[in-house]
């Protein structure tokens, strides 16, 4: 084998990153979606803030999909490094681009008369909202580049120990500014610069907290399966994986 074949093989990517990439962007894709529909979820006990004062929790429905890509860039983050992950967060933003003109554009083409589907109807379960679309872009790229950055940042200040600090850390602070970003804009602040429907502000504030609990509860409970991923994929590599910059 050539020395430049030999490099190219060294540089291809493993099936790990392939499957963590494939599932961050999956989850991005649902995620965008489903964010205008709010979900309310009963609960045994009432959380104060968090939705109606009675047990139900308001939330939005991308949020168990958007808590997913945390998991999934957390994991790609530790394994190859800062660099690479931040490349993949802003590349798949762009991706949210494309979801968009695809789903519009099949929204524009003219439906067959045998469409299974009524026209109007699926434009008003698929056709993203301006309000919507707007605000998961702004949150997703502030939050998910926020999330690499202080993954890192721990990372450095530990010497690449207690991966659980930083998985946490970095997760939690990222998913609370994602929250506010998303609910305000996406339902007060555009929707009041386009003469939309605006949510009030206790509304807001509850949608805010539900769907932050959510993903806090997520985040603890992920760590495990990040520790499981970064150990899996760590023992079955032919050669170490990069060390994160």
Not at 65 to 76: G, H, N, P
Not at 184 to 199: D, H, I, S, Y
Request: aromatic fraction near 8%; hydrophobic fraction near 60%; glycine fraction near 6%.
């Amino acid at each position: 084998m050539s020395e430049r074949a030999g490099a190219s093989t060294a540089a291809s990517p493993t099936i790990a990153q392939v499957v963590l990439i494939a599932v961050f962007v999956t989850a991005l894709v649902t995620a965008q979606l489903t964010a205008a529909k709010v979900l309310a979820i009963e609960l045994p006990v009432a959380i104060p803030f968090a939705g109606d004062g009675a047990g139900t929790l308001f939330l939005p429905g991308a949020a168990l999909a958007y808590a997913l890509t945390f998991l999934a860039s957390d994991c790609y983050a530790e394994l190859y490094g800062r660099r690479a992950a931040q490349i993949v967060v802003n590349v798949a933003f762009a991706m949210n681009f494309v979801v968009v003109a695809l789903v519009l554009s099949t929204i524009a083409l003219p439906a067959s008369a045998n469409s299974p589907v009524d026209p109007a109807t699926f434009e008003a379960a698929l056709g993203p909202s301006f309000a919507i679309v707007i605000a998961s872009m702004a949150a997703y790229l502030v939050s998910q580049n926020w999330d690499v950055w202080v993954f890192h940042a721990i990372r450095d200040r530990t010497d690449g120990a207690q991966l659980w600090v930083r998985n946490l850390a970095s997760t939690a602070s990222s998913q609370a500014i994602d929250s506010v970003i998303f609910v305000v804009l996406g339902f007060v602040v555009v929707p009041a610069l386009l003469g939309g429907r605006v949510m009030g502000l206790e509304a807001a504030a509850a949608l805010v907290v539900g769907q932050y609990i959510l993903k806090l509860a997520i985040a603890v409970l992920d760590t495990p399966v990040v520790y499981a991923v970064v150990a899996l994929v760590r023992s079955q590599s032919p050669r170490p994986t990069p060390a994160p910059e």
